[in-house]
């Protein structure tokens, strides 16, 4: 694969490679999903314990790892944006660890401002498209992506991302390395089965330009919005839907994209129980459901 990488810029044959690469990306993820599942699952961190565990990472990522933000006594980050947040987790089922951690924030109410608006409004271009743009209740923002260093294989002085998805090799087995680049990926499209759970469309996000690149070749096209600014680093705003996302997506990834929504979907129903708040949560009903004709005349109920 790298050998082919540095052709796929060239004039002619540049398409051609690139068409070539995604063919074997497409035939590894196919056994990527169950590589996935056997030894990852994406966690619904609706408890204040899986809270806290969200925070925690978070805080040895963006505090103690990468100094982006300020360090708490406590060992936990967090900020305001957490209340009106869904947080979610991919979690390392032979050590139960987390090897990941993303939140999908909401905006109920022009109150409660996504963090692009509240601190990166100005970085979006004037002629691109905005939050102000749709209802408050279709955008949402995902953001505060950390990986925990163990699960990681980098150099912090070349490489100051928290999102790369490259794993330690001493620490795992072969099989296990096999999906281990993708928790990057996998909390994206755990983000997404988030937003596709609570039906919002308009993702907003500020990433790294070469994060985007990468997602874009798996088929997750994030447009560019905005130049780049120092917001934890070097990022610019980006914008997609989730109907883009689905038409673009490769089909190896769609596959993982509808395992995480079987295995977070039962999260959901246990999180209702817990009387957690969500963005278009109703009362948890499990024993009636309502049937209407296609006219939407309401029949009965059971």
């Known amino acids: 694969m790298k050998a082919l990488r540095k052709y796929a810029e060239k004039p002619i044959i540049g398409p051609i490679i690139k068409k070539a690469m995604r063919y074997f990306v497409n035939r590894e993820v196919d056994s990527i999903t169950s590589h996935f599942s056997q030894f990852l699952t994406p966690r619904l961190a609706y408890t204040p314990e899986l809270q806290q565990s969200v925070y925690k990472i978070r805080h040895q990522v963006y505090c103690d790892e990468l100094s982006f933000l300020d360090k708490h006594k406590n060992g936990l980050e967090t900020d305001h944006f957490d209340d009106h947040s869904i947080h979610c987790a991919i979690e390392h089922k032979p050590t139960g ?3 990941g951690t993303v939140r999908l924030v909401y905006s109920p109410n022009e109150s409660k401002k996504l963090p692009i608006e509240e601190f990166c409004i ?9 939050p102000s743009d749709f209802r408050r209740d279709q955008i949402f923002e995902i953001s505060r992506l950390a990986i925990p260093a163990h699960f990681r294989r980098r150099n912090t002085d070349k490489f100051k991302g928290s999102a790369t998805g490259v794993i330690n090799q001493q620490s795992y087995s072969e099989d ?10 996998g909390l994206y499209l755990s983000g997404a089965a988030l937003s596709q759970h609570e039906g919002m469309e308009h993702c907003f996000v500020m990433m790294e330009p070469r994060l985007a690149r990468s997602l874009k070749f798996v088929g997750i096209p994030f447009k560019q919005i905005g130049p780049a600014v120092e917001y934890h680093g070097k990022r610019a705003p980006y914008y997609i839907t989730n109907k883009i996302l689905m038409n673009s997506l ?8 509808f395992k995480i929504e079987d295995e977070l979907d039962p999260q959901f129903v246990a999180a209702r129980k817990y009387k957690t708040e969500f963005p278009n949560s109703q009362p948890f009903t499990p024993e009636k459901q309502s049937f209407v004709s296609l006219s939407g005349e ?5």
């Open 97 to 99: 660890d987390f090897a």
């Open 176 to 185: 296990e390395l096999r999906c281990f680049p993708f928790i990057a990926i």
């Open 250 to 257: 490769s089909s190896g990834f769609k596959k993982l994209l």
């Open 122 to 130: 100005n970085s979006i271009s004037k002629d691109e498209v905005h």
């Open 298 to 302: 309401n029949l009965f109920c059971v």
